[in-house]
Nanobody
Framework: QVQLVESGGGLVQAGGSLRLSCAAS????????MGWFRQAPGKQRELVAR???????GYADSVKGRATISTDNAKNTVYLQMNSLKFDDTAVYYC???????????????WGQGTQVTVSS
């Protein structure tokens, strides 16, 4: 059974930093693409950052230069380091995993329960 458990969210002042963690069980990261999504109230869920099973990374324009996604295969954990946080970064952040052969985030995706990030201005 696959489980993704996020942690590290909280309240932070604008300009501050957070590191989100996603501990995965039931899968191995080197076979899955991992992603961090976020959903703000009244908005659609959006992909913030992703890292493929081969280590290629990609970022949404809104966080490019401020976010870094990484993995620790020994711990089977994915991280999202967010710096220079803005009020607009406030959202629930979700960890997601899809098989490395998949080409979209619509099918065969596992989701975590989410962690709240609130940025105060």
């Amino acid at each position: 059974q696959v489980q993704l458990v996020e942690s590290g969210g909280g309240l932070v002042q604008a300009g501050g930093s957070l590191r989100l963690s996603c501990a995965a069980s039931g899968l191995t990261l080197n076979s899955y693409d991992m992603g961090w999504f976020r959903q703000a109230p009244g908005k659609q869920r959006e992909l913030v950052a992703r890292i493929t099973s081969t280590g290629n990374t990609g970022y949404a324009d809104s966080v490019k230069g401020r976010a870094t996604i990484s993995t620790d295969n020994a711990k089977n954990t994915v991280y999202l380091q967010m710096n220079s946080l803005k009020f607009d970064d406030t959202a629930v952040y979700y960890c997601a995993a899809r098989p490395g052969w998949s080409s979209n985030w619509s099918l065969n995706v596992y989701w975590g329960q989410g962690t709240q990030v609130t940025v105060s201005s």
